[in-house]
Nanobody, 117 residues
Framework: QVQVVESGGGLVQPGGSLRLSCTAS????????MGWYRQAPGKQREMVAE?????????ADTVEGRFTISRDNAKNKNTVNLQMNSLKPEDTAVYYCKAQLGARSFWGQGTQVTVSS
């Protein structure tokens, strides 16, 4: 079965950095667009960053220049990372990883990121 598992969340001070990782199994990873989304309390889930199978990337305006998405398509890796720098309190949210191919999408369980002094 398909599994999407995030890791790397935690508590960080404003201005700090965190690196999130997501591993997907049970899918042909290279075919899927991989994305990071987040949901803050009381808000809708929003796209943070995406990396297509062809290597194109797309970022939300709020994180452009601070976050970097990268994917490792090597066999037995199937990993997408999100490097988050210059974190702000408004980046606090549960971060979710998504694998998408056409109309089918698979979500991870989420990992909490809290930016606070």
């Amino acid at each position: 079965q398909v599994q999407v598992v995030e890791s790397g969340g935690g508590l960080v001070q404003p201005g700090g950095s965190l690196r999130l990782s997501c591993t997907a199994s049970g899918i042909i990873f290279n075919f899927h667009t991989m994305g990071w989304y987040r949901q803050a309390p009381g808000k809708q889930r929003e796209m943070v960053a995406e990396a297509t199978s062809g290597g194109s990337t797309n970022y939300a305006d709020t994180v452009e220049g601070r976050f970097t998405i990268s994917r490792d398509n090597a066999k037995n890796k199937n990993t997408v990372n999100l490097q988050m720098n210059s974190l702000k309190p408004e980046d606090t949210a549960v971060y979710y990883c998504k694998a998408q191919l056409g109309a089918r999408s698979f979500w991870g369980q989420g990992t909490q990121v809290t930016v606070s002094s």
